[in-house]
């Protein structure tokens, strides 16, 4: 489908991409990794025709329907509604449709039922009868509620606009999807739904990601583009993450073997350039000097740019780190942001906050940084608890404007001396050249490392990080996994990377629109929770009963938790298995009834379609499209039954595993 043939990018002196040459063949999943800056979206912006190549070539087979999300998505107009943005993911699909509504007046006239006809089926082939169904499904699992789908588009803020514009892109089925980095702007349940919507999708896709969920999940073929090259990798991300530093040990004997001779030779020029009879072996070996040089073996960025993560010991504080009782917070006095939220944290708890963007996590990490104040209810800190707030907006706790060597200087502790805080800088990885440099022009990764030296020198026993792993490349992640994994004080993290949360998190703490719950478990143990209590309360759900408030009390409380045997962890997950037998053979009904129906309904589809398209004298063309539209409902309907209840099964048996 695509193939990149020597292609070479250069941004003034800056070699972006020099001589890259691979392929992508239809129906590959591809993840394209790198360190930031390395020229991943310089791909993207060339298969999308925004960017021109300064040598080599790019073929595109066929004319495939490509699908990206734009940066900066606008409304058509200023009343345009959320939802009617995102039905226009298919360019000119709402014009044909209106052309179809004026034939469908006349359809006796010849030439009129004709274009009717080709129309109609570019409509369907397009996906226009079910494209609502699919938005609206997009929209939901996103984090859009149904209310919201009729608010105008402009009304919502730019991280919320970025997920519409995502809806629309998934829901118009491109043969070719690009997606860069969308999982920066959702949180951790919607990047759950994500994983599920493009586990089905059965097209091209190109996933540029640092989220290694989604790329162990979605791809089986790593690109990573690294040094100006890009090499294919013929394996999903696991396979990468070895083989990669199989080909490094190679490359980088190779390197060695390279300067060592290029060393020899240099001195051999050095030593007798000067001598008349040695002049001509001399040349001949700078030629060979020059020629070494041009073919320079280059090591990856991620190897020579890794920097370090390191925490400080914890301070000794009580066992209690933070409470609050019935906390209230509202911004404009009139709407709560949170309300009426109970909980609490001990030492040594590593808690995943989680939940939908809006219902106040970040809020929660600032009451308890002290940063803000209740307006309500109670908020609590420990004995000698000592915070350590890193912030998804870096401008809250590092000023762009302020240099690193000062921004680091303002958290060092009384006593340190200079020799041991330059020691620190370097040791995070700032060199002389670094530490005079505002801290608004560092990198994502750099200003991760300026964030943990502030928070290695101010020694917090608390930490409180929003977002950390938003800016980080793979190697960025694992060393601040690895980091916080060998911490031994407390931590409360906020993130939408699912392995960083289940690597990390040894409990999870759940804020919904209905309240705040905590699970005693990290994140599988989350997850197998929330599909017995799905399980157990199918009815209730479907009818959409209202559940309690987190103002009703110990009804939210997570109750201690016990001990048990390991038989009889056996015996209560054998009660659980049979349990929701009843529950797992009523939903492998309606999927096997629901394919059964989606069956017929799709034969007698075709056979009304092929009335349509092939008309005899007595054919009805007004009966004959209502038909087609009625099937066309039914398959969406008994789809949505299948998907519903495919999906529900799927998670009983993957909670039961």
């Known amino acids: 489908m695509l193939d990149f043939r020597n292609i070479s990018v250069h941004y003034g002196h800056q070699d972006v991409l020099t001589n890259v040459t691979f392929r992508v063949n239809k129906g590959d999943r591809v993840g394209v990794v790198g360190p930031n800056g390395s020229g991943k979206s310089t791909l993207f912006k060339i298969v999308l025709g925004e960017m021109s190549t300064d040598t080599g070539e790019l073929i595109v087979e066929g004319s495939p329907r490509i699908g990206f999300t734009r940066q900066n998505p606008e409304p058509d107009g200023e009343g345009e509604t959320l939802l009617e943005y995102s039905l226009r993911g298919i360019p000119g699909l709402s014009e044909m449709e209106a052309e179809m509504q004026e034939l469908e007046a006349d359809l006796a006239d010849a030439s009129k039922m004709k274009r009717y006809g080709e129309l109609q089926a570019k409509f369907e082939h397009l996906g226009g009868y079910d494209i609502e169904t699919r938005v609206k499904v997009a929209l939901g699992g996103l984090g859009f509620t149904t209310e919201e789908f009729k608010k105008p588009f402009a009304s919502f803020s730019g991280g919320w606009r970025m997920r519409a514009e995502l809806s629309r892109v998934l829901a118009s089925k491109p043969d070719l999807l690009l997606l860069d980095e969308p999982s920066n702007y959702l949180d951790l349940p919607a990047v759950d739904w994500l994983q599920k919507y493009l586990k089905a999708y059965d097209g091209t896709l190109m996933l540029i990601s640092h989220d290694r969920y989604l790329l162990r ?39 060695e073997n390279q300067d060592h001779h290029r060393e020899q030779l240099q001195r051999f020029v050095d030593r007798f350039r000067a001598q008349a009879t040695k002049a001509a072996q001399a040349q001949s070996r700078q030629k060979l000097i020059d020629k070494l040089d041009e073919e320079r073996i280059v090591l990856p960025k991620r190897y020579t740019q890794s920097g370090r993560l390191r925490l ?268 929701i037998a009843p529950l797992v053979k009523e939903l492998k009904r309606k999927v096997e009834n629901a394919e059964r129906k989606i069956d017929e309904l799709q034969k007698s589809l075709d056979e009304a379609s092929a009335e349509l398209f092939n008309p005899t004298p007595t054919t009805d063309f007004a009966e004959a499209n209502r038909k087609v539209r009625t099937l066309q409902f039914e398959i969406d309907r008994y789809t949505s039954e299948w998907e519903e209840a495919a999906t529900r099964l799927e998670e009983l048996n993957s909670a039961d595993a």
């Open 312 to 579: 400080a010991e914890p301070p000794p504080s009580g066992i209690e780190m933070f409470r609050c009782e019935d906390l209230v917070f509202s911004y404009d006095g009139v709407r709560n942001v949170l309300d009426g939220v109970t909980f609490s944290i001990s030492r040594g708890d590593k808690v995943a906050l989680i939940g939908y963007n809006g219902l106040g996590k970040t809020t929660l990490m600032r009451i308890i940084a002290g940063t803000r104040q209740p307006t309500g209810g109670k908020a609590v800190i420990g004995h000698n608890v000592v915070t350590g707030y890193l912030s998804q907006e870096f401008a809250e706790t590092i000023p762009p404007d302020v240099s690193v060597y000062r921004n680091a200087k303002n958290a060092i502790p009384p006593g340190m001396n200079e020799k041991n805080f330059r020691n620190q800088l370097g040791a995070f990885g700032f060199d002389e050249n670094d530490v005079e440099k505002p801290a608004g022009v560092l990198s994502g990764g750099e200003k991760i490392r300026l964030a943990f030296l502030r928070l290695f020198l101010s020694a917090p026993n608390f930490l409180l990080l929003d977002e950390p792993t938003t800016h980080l490349d793979l190697d960025g992640r694992r060393l601040l996994q690895e980091a916080l994994q060998k911490y031994k004080g407390t931590i409360l993290l906020v993130s939408h990377d699912i392995d960083f949360v289940r690597a990390t998190a040894t409990s999870i703490l759940e804020i919904t629109r209905e309240g705040i719950r905590q699970y005693p478990g990290g994140y599988d143990y989350y997850c197998e929770k929330k599909a017995q209590q799905a399980a157990a309360e199918p009815d209730r759900a479907q009818a959409g009963a209202a559940r309690p408030k987190a103002s009703d009390g110990d009804s939210l409380q997570q109750p201690a938790a016990v001990q048990l045997s390991k038989k009889e962890i056996r015996q209560q997950r054998a009660a659980e298995r049979a349990k």
């Open 217 to 255: 999940t979605l791809t089986g073929i790593i690109v990573e583009v690294d040094a100006g090259t890009a090499t294919r990798y013929e394996g999903n991300l696991d396979w990468y993450l070895n083989e990669r530093e199989v080909r490094y040990q190679h490359l980088l004997a190779a390197k």
